[in-house]
């Protein structure tokens, strides 16, 4: 059984690895060591009880590897990476469902305004041939952002950080790259995963997740 302070070294050494390989340009070592950060916080995760939301957040961290393994290949398989990464937010999309199913207008609103503006941003500039693939990943991701943010707690924050990052490698990739978006882009993924995958472990502790309590408070 893998012991948490060891999945830590790990993923620390291998993030601490993949921003050298940023920096210095080495596209091997970089797609050797990205998907070891993530690979950590699952193995972590098979660490504690089984429940329906584990078992759909450990579902999207492992569609999120096949994507940052896509997006670390030195080729343009954008599409495939963004249809990894989309399969990932429907997997969180569920697991959150799991936990509530409470409307929760508001946050409705602001999902859909930033799914919006960012679709809006993004396809001002010129999409062409990605417009409906695109369109299609933000109404995924703005779906997400509602349910995390339905939830509260870790689930909305960690949300609210993967798509910070998606947002910018949108804006570097198809309004304006800036030199720092490579590295802005991966820590807030990192802290994104991190604050879902420990909502889960907050969620496992939680007796008012399904127990006792009126079904669907539940914070994560």
């Known amino acids: 059984m893998p012991r948490p302070g060891h999945l830590l070294i790990v993923a620390i050494a291998a ?23 993530v690979l950590a916080l699952i193995a972590w995760l098979s660490t504690f009880p089984a429940t329906p ?9 492992a569609f999120s590897v096949l994507g940052d393994i896509l997006l670390a290949i030195p080729r343009d398989l954008f599409v495939f990476g ?32 930033v799914g919006a503006s960012l679709l809006g941003l993004l396809a001002s500039h010129g999409l062409g041939p990605l417009l409906i693939p695109v369109a299609l990943y933000a109404l995924a991701i703005g ?11 870790l689930a909305a924050l960690g949300a609210c950080a993967f798509v910070f990052s998606d947002s910018l490698i949108g804006i570097d990739r198809f ?36 127990q006792g309590g009126a079904p669907g408070s539940a914070k994560c």
């Open 143 to 153: 779906c997400m952002l509602w349910r995390a943010l339905a939830c509260g707690g």
């Open 53 to 61: 939301y584990r078992r759909w957040i450990m579902i999207g961290l």
């Open 15 to 37: 993030a601490a690895f993949y921003l050298y390989a940023l920096a210095s340009d080495n596209a091997l070592l970089g797609l050797l060591v990205k998907p070891i950060p």
């Open 82 to 113: 963004l249809t990894a990464f989309l399969c990932a937010h429907l997997a969180y999309l569920r697991g959150y469902y799991s936990l509530t199913q409470r409307p929760a207008y508001p946050s409705l609103a602001l999902a859909l305004l």
């Open 175 to 210: 309004v304006s790259p800036f030199a720092a978006a490579e590295y802005l882009i991966i820590l807030a993924y990192w802290l994104g995963q991190w604050l879902i995958a420990t909502s889960v472990t907050r969620s496992a502790n939680d007796k008012v997740l399904i």
